[in-house]
Structure formats: C-alpha cells, structure tokens
C-alpha cells in the first residue's frame, strides 16, 4: 500500500517540474531564439569538429575555422537570395497595387447604366470578373474568418 503513495508522490513532483519547466521557458520567451539557433549551430557542427580533430588539427583552430566557414557560407546565401526575393517582393506589390486599382474601378457590366450598351457586354471579363469568381467560391470561409466576401465590401474596408 506504501508504493502507490510514494509513485503518486514521484508523479506529483515530475508535474511540478513539468509546470516549472514550462513557465521558465514561457518567462524567457523572448531571448530564447538565439540560444536555440546557436544549440542547433554547434550541433550541426560538431561532427565536422570531431573530423578534424581526429585528423590532428587542434580543436580551437576546427572551431574557428568551421565557424568562419559557416558563417561566411550563410553571409554568401543571403546575398544571393535576397535580390531575387526583394524581386518577387515588388512584383507582388506591384500586382497588388493593381488589382487593388482594379477593384476601385470597378466594372462596366455591373453598373446598371452602362450594362445596356452592346460593347459593354460583348467585351472579355477582366481581372474583375476573377475576383468575383473567387469571391463567390470562397465567400462563405471569408464571412467566417470575418473578412470582406464581396468586391464592395473589399472596396470600403481596405481602398476607401
């Protein structure tokens, strides 16, 4: 009968360390992100250093050297990546700038006043036409999620 007290005891301190735990990490939140990526860095990296300490290079010189290789291997990355994405950055601006044009215009075939006119009918659906296709099958999840599920209502909210 003694047993099960004392493993009750044991699950009761492991929940208080597991409690701890978790509020310690919620404290440190915000500092916590540098020490992960370094953990993760060195554990990358410690097979490399092991190589080469097996190869006779003292560990103090594999640390560094890997390390310079490592960070100067990322600094190349990043200067190769981010003109092509500052690239499709603007591009998506720029699309965005006009379909957002698009959608303050508005279109002809909507507006009961110039819907008569055979031009206006016969003419293709534009970028308008694909908003409102997407709107219509996708209206019900935007209405959810509490955003616009019409051209209009896209219009008042974020051009106006």
Known sequence: ??????????LALWGV?????????????????????GWVIAIVLEPAVRW????????MAAV????????GLATLVVVKVSPI???QI??????????TQGLAEGDQKA?????WNPAVRAAP??????????????????????LPSNRQAIVEQYVE
Request: charged residues 15%; without cysteine; hydrophobic residues 50%.
């Open 1 to 10: 009968m003694n047993k099960p007290a004392v493993g009750g005891w044991r």
């Open 17 to 37: 360390i597991v409690l701890a735990a978790a509020w310690f990490l919620y404290s440190v939140r915000a500092i916590l992100p540098p020490f992960l990526l």
């Open 52 to 59: 080469l300490r097996l190869r006779g290079m003292p560990r």
């Open 64 to 71: 560094l050297l890997l390390t310079v290789v490592f960070f």
């Open 85 to 87: 994405v500052a690239g």
């Open 90 to 99: 603007s591009s998506v601006r720029d699309q965005l700038v006009r379909v």
């Open 111 to 115: 507006n009961i006043y110039t819907n």
């Open 125 to 146: 659906d534009g970028a308008s036409a694909m908003v409102d296709d997407l709107l219509s099958r996708y209206g019900d999840q935007l209405t959810r999620a509490g």
